[in-house]
């Protein structure tokens, strides 16, 4: 089974969708394939569909929403030629609760880890240039904002905002590298969009100062620091970190032919916040 979940939920058994349309079902499967291989308690999956007061009828319910996929996992078995294994071995009841078994099919999320884990190891040993390579391959996967179709509760929520704040972390890391590499006007425009959606993330706007500053527009790159200080004292009531304010100084001080050194690792970030 190939799973994919950086974008829209996507689950294929021989090539077939096993994806249903209805609401409750996609979001038991979404929080099953974000588990593979793993066991799901039925008690993550009750609070997943109902919160904290889930009616009496949950269990019973829960298990019709199982019937339900294996219904779709059977019809995909059926294409496979010599196929033997059942629905129930696909989604298997297990002591207090459910795994899908994925059976060394494909799953993007972990494939997605794998390539940061290298691109990351490769910025520690500052190979700079493969890892701008790696990190970008990992980005390449996300199509999307993870599991945008479907209707997220308290686990899967969680379980996104995990994601969402991994890709942010391998983003950073990227644009870091490229900016080791001299790339600085290259950097330029896909930063001007990225400030404007993570209006308090302090490290894309340093590394968008720099790009700036280092593309010769430093009347700009002080602008940037201005308009996130404004944000930050007006919605948080906090200045800038130490770090962006070191950069900004070494900006101000710094002779056109000289630009600084970028501020790696420095700042508080507040990449949660986004317009």
Not at 107 to 123: H, K, V
Request: proline share 6%.
């Amino acid at each position: 089974m190939d799973i994919e979940v950086l974008g829209a939920l996507s689950l294929r058994e021989n090539g077939v969708s096993i994806v249903p349309t209805a609401p409750k079902p996609r979001q038991v499967l979404a929080l099953l394939a974000l588990h593979a291989d793993q066991v799901v308690p039925v008690t993550a999956l009750v609070e997943e569909l109902w919160g904290s007061k889930p009616p009496r009828s949950a269990r019973t319910t829960l298990q019709t929403y199982v019937l339900q996929l294996r219904e779709l996992i059977a019809e995909a078995l059926g294409r496979g030629a010599g196929e033997r294994c059942t629905p129930k071995d696909v989604l298997a009841t297990v002591p207090g609760g459910y795994r899908l078994d994925t059976r060394s099919g494909s799953i993007d999320f972990r494939e997605f880890e794998r390539r940061a884990g290298a691109g990351y190891r490769a910025m520690d040993a500052e190979d700079y240039t493969g890892a701008a390579r790696r990190l970008a391959d990992a980005l390449a996967l996300w199509t999307g904002p993870a599991l945008t179709d479907i209707q997220a509760g308290p686990r899967i929520g969680m379980e996104v905002k995990r994601l969402e704040e991994a890709r942010l972390c391998v983003l950073d890391q990227r644009i870091e590298a490229d900016l080791r590499l001299g790339r600085h006007r290259e950097l330029l425009p896909e930063l001007t969009v990225l400030v404007n959606q993570y209006r308090m993330h302090e490290s894309l706007h340093g590394q968008f100062m720099l790009a700036l500053h280092r593309s010769g527009r430093r009347g700009e790159a002080l602008d940037v620091y201005q308009r996130l200080r404004t944000t930050l004292v007006s919605e948080l009531g906090l200045e800038p970190s130490a770090a962006l304010g070191r950069l900004q100084r070494s900006i101000l001080v710094a002779r056109p032919d000289a630009p600084p050194a970028p501020a790696a690792g420095g700042g508080r970030r507040l990449a949660a916040r986004a317009n």
